[in-house]
């Protein structure tokens, strides 16, 4: 009578040679027969997991998890997650199986939790493991010199990863500090010098690239552009990632956020569920040039990382006055959107009542005539140009009031637990709103951008005007003028011009 078995495989990387999944699962089982044993089941455990980008990316055989306890209720603990290991053993323990077969002990059972699982489980059935390379052997519920050589095997295996990985660690922290290039797949602006020494991995910037990251940064600081705006605008300019897809809100936030464009290295210590803990991540000065200023990238990051910022998604406006323009019929601050019509698309009320429609392409064309006009007046150099405001150093600004944010985290937590009570939360609490708003206004002077950058100097500027993109076009019209939609005088199909009601602010 043949013994069934199962065959387990760890996968970690990929492989295309012989040595790939079919070579290996090939060796299992001619062992297997040789063993006398029926293969039930091959089980593959893929260590390749799916990152935040979709991306697959190794994972460590000691990626733990807090999970309950299940001998203690109420309890967690840290284990290593691992579905595939745990149903061979639930085929051993209900005698499904009479056999595991896998190609060595530390692919099998790294983790002295998983051995003592496997030990249990043949145990009670007087079942068999074995590995390849001998190094797992368990006959018939495993003899105590079979079992105490396991565990001293997985302890030492065990210790070997942990050193493994404190080496590394160390090795990551002398390179951030070094300014050195921590490896991995190179983030948009830069690229990896082929010419640098393997110790001292630099970055080059990709010029055509930078000025994409660099126009993205001036469009959201200084022109009142969203993400979603300018990631748009990406996509319709056919400009591609790294990866070569589209561009998405959330992926140019990654890719601006990042410390490298800044001439910075991250480097961010192990915590004890050994993952990186961020709140202890540190900067270091890079080997390669910034592609934005320092001070710049921290503005960039405080607006895009700031809690209050709004996030909810949505469509961006198409449209150059869509949501801009107000409703001259309510008189309230009703602004209006674009809805379809029977001669093409028309501006319409956004309140419950649709009492209104301007034709949208005549309202754009008298809005544009007008900006395009006064922007080529004499006093368009001085036109809303922000004062200089030199001598404030932004930097120490900026992190200062990120420590008062970490502290009001902080008081809340303790506050929760009982180490502050509420009157030392409230004062705490003004204390720090107060501080914030006097640093928020030192630097909104300190940092106050050019609105109308564009049309300074001796430029055209309808030919500026038209070769902007429409989310900019709608920030300058934004600032520029308050604009009305009235009910017509006119009657019969001439359009109204003077419906457009504009106010310059």
């Known amino acids: 009578m043949t013994v069934p078995c199962d065959l387990y495989l760890r996968l970690s990387d990929f492989r295309d040679d012989d040595e790939g999944f079919e070579g290996r699962e090939r060796k299992l089982r001619k062992e297997a027969s040789r063993l006398g044993w029926t293969v039930r089941r091959v089980v593959v455990e893929n260590d390749l997991t799916p990152g935040k980008n979709g991306r697959a990316r190794p994972a460590s055989a000691f990626k733990r998890k807090r999970v309950p306890d299940p001998r203690r209720p109420g309890e967690w603990i840290m284990r290593v997650i691992r579905p595939g290991f745990q149903s061979v053993v639930d085929d051993l323990k209900a005698g499904r199986a009479g056999a595991m077969l896998a190609e060595d002990l530390d692919r099998a059972c790294r983790d002295p939790r998983d051995l003592e699982d496997l030990i249990d489980a043949v145990e009670q059935t007087g079942a068999s493991a074995r590995s390849l390379s001998g190094s797992l052997t368990l006959t018939d519920g495993g003899t105590d010199a079979e079992i105490s050589m396991a565990r001293v095997m997985v302890t030492m295996a065990n210790k070997s990863s942990r050193d493994t990985a404190r080496r590394v660690a160390a090795s990551r922290k002398t390179r951030a500090e070094n300014g050195c290039f921590g490896g991995g797949r190179r983030g948009y602006g830069l690229q990896p010098d082929p010419e640098a020494p393997k110790g001292g991995k630099t970055l080059l910037i990709v010029p055509e690239e930078a000025r ?23 996509r319709e300019r056919g400009v591609l990632t790294v990866t ?7 992926v140019l936030r990654d890719a601006l956020l990042k410390p490298a464009i800044a001439g910075k290295v991250a480097h961010a210590p192990l915590g004890k569920d050994r993952r990186r803990d961020l709140s202890r991540m540190t900067l270091h000065d890079a080997s390669w040039p910034a592609i934005l200023e320092p001070d710049r990238w921290e503005a960039l990051r405080d607006k895009l990382t700031d809690p209050g910022r709004r996030t909810s998604p949505g469509n961006e406006p198409r449209w150059l006055v869509s949501l801009i323009a107000l409703c001259g019929i309510c008189d309230d601050g009703t602004t209006v959107h674009v809805g379809g019509g029977k001669r093409g698309p028309d501006y319409i009320c956004s309140g419950p009542i649709s009492h209104m429609r301007r034709s949208a392409g005549k309202v754009e064309e008298v809005v544009s005539a007008a900006v395009v006009a006064r922007l080529s007046q004499p006093d368009v150099a001085g036109l809303l140009r922000p004062p200089d405001r030199a001598g404030v150093d932004t930097s120490k600004l900026r992190a200062e009031a990120r420590r008062l944010r970490e502290q009001k985290q902080s008081q809340v937590r303790l506050h929760a637990a009982g180490d502050l009570d509420d009157d030392q939360l409230a004062e705490g609490s003004r204390f720090i709103r107060g501080r914030l708003a006097a640093i928020e206004a030192e630097l909104a002077t300190a940092t106050e951008p050019d609105r109308l950058a564009e049309f300074r100097g001796d430029v055209d500027a309808q030919a500026v005007w038209d070769s902007l993109p429409l989310a900019r076009q709608r920030a300058i019209v934004d600032v520029l003028m308050v604009v009305t939609l009235d009910k017509p005088t006119l009657r019969g199909p001439v359009f109204d011009v003077e419906s457009v009601r504009i106010e310059w602010r």
């Open 212 to 234: 994409v990251l660099q126009a993205a940064a001036d469009d959201i600081l200084d022109r009142g552009i969203t993400l979603r705006a300018v990631a748009r605008d990406l």
């Open 244 to 250: 070569g897809v589209p561009w998405t809100a959330a």
